[in-house]
């Protein structure tokens, strides 16, 4: 019996995806969301940013902006994988919610404007990420834009940012007229027709072949240059396999020394699937990323995502909602059970855990229990704040706070 409910907990651990949005504002972060959410079917009706329905921006001062203040965490499924979308700021004013949001994320996705490239908030929120070791994937935004050039945007990610930009797409059509990508690994064709969301696979365009061969041996060449095992398919064979790439790719992700860099326009519903098969490719599971580190009466400590292990968790967001307060909290060990007591270990105080709830965009979904790398809201605790450990009272842990952050970067 007990094997089974472990088996039940954790075997999905590894179709976790616990991944965040990053990007500067206006980039498209709020519109990714959305898409995101549409597709994996949380919500049936697409938000549109400038009618202010979007169900990442609970909040009416957000909607009034038109950027997110406050991070909402939202889970969705997509092809057996559950991933929980924690929305990070993008702008420099909240930079602690920023710090906090990069705390409990095992990877992101970060959003560039194909017109503008890299711009001075997507540099610091990138370099806080570096600081975090938070893998990413970058994803190539309003490609339908006048003046929207994939190239030049990669290129100020190899300038600005530094990483290999290692890109597996080529657009199809240009501004107005972007209709797909090829995807570079498969020599594959996706196209969206107008005013559809449904993608069509088929063979490359007849006119975009050599141009396909010619991108995808530039990719090869860049991941041999990085990665052992490429390389040495390359010299072998001169040519690097689909299979190699992708477990390189998933490598060089992880180490933060490449990007995969994706393509799309959010906006007309372009790009998101491949951008969500590449999340659960190349991003990591709870299960990957290191122990979380943390102090019991100043002697440190290490716990990994394990069911078995004492609770831990840490508050990484406090809201007041119609539900009550809800106290987002990132299981980083054990399980919590509806009804548990846990301690608040920097205040020294007990609470009650009364519901555990998974918020799906505009819903909640009620849990008896969360695991280790599950990011739910609770219901209960009255005065834990964001920041706060939450863990098993009869083993205190003290998880390390978010680093520091530097000194807000003025916008140019
Ligand atoms: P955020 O500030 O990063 O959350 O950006 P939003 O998602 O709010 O988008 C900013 C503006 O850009 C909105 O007016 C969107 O409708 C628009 N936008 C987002 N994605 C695209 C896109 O792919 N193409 C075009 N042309 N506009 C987009």
Known sequence: ???????????????????????????????????????TGTTHKRGEVHNGTTVTDFDPQERDRGITIFAAAVSCAWDGHRINLIDTPGHVDFSDEVERSLRVLDGAIAVFDAVAGVEPQSESVWRRADRHGVPRIAFVNKLDRAGADLDTAVESIRERLHPAPLVVQLPIGTEDGFSGVVDLLR????????????????????????????????????????????????????????????????????TGEGVVVLCGSAYRNRGIEPLLEAVVAYLPSPLDVPAVRGTDSGAAQERLA????????????????????????????GTIDKGEAV???????????????????????????????????????????????????????????????????SVA
Request: charged fraction near 25%; proline fraction near 5%; aromatic fraction near 4%.
């Open 1 to 39: 019996m007990r094997t089974d409910l472990n088996r039940h907990l954790t075997s999905p651990l590894t179709a976790v995806r616990n991944l965040g949005i990053l990007a500067h504002v206006d980039a498209g972060k709020t519109t990714v969301t959305e898409r995101i959410l549409y597709l």
């Open 187 to 254: 020599m594959r064709s996706l196209v969206w027709a107008d005013g559809s969301d449904t993608v069509e696979e088929g063979p490359v365009p007849e006119g975009l072949r050599e141009e396909a061969h010619r991108r995808r041996r530039l990719l090869e060449e860049a991941v041999a240059e990085l990665h052992p095992v490429a390389l040495e398919e390359f010299c072998d064979r001169s040519t690097v396999s689909a299979a190699t790439l992708t477990s390189a790719l998933r490598d060089l992700t992880r």
């Open 306 to 333: 394990d069911s078995e292990a004492p609770f831990a968790g840490l508050v990484f967001k406090v809201n007041a909602t119609a539900t009550g307060r809800l106290t987002y909290v990132r299981v980083y060990s």
């Open 343 to 409: 301690l608040d270990v920097g205040a020294r105080r007990t609470e009650r855990i009364s519901r555990i709830l998974r918020v799906q965009a505009d819903r909640y979904a009620e849990l008896d229990r969360a695991v280790a790398g599950d990011i739910v809201a609770l219901v209960g605790p009255k005065s834990a704040r964001a920041g706060a450990t939450l863990c098993a009272p009869a083993a205190p842990l003290l998880l390390e706070p978010p680093v520091v952050a530097d000194p807000v970067v």
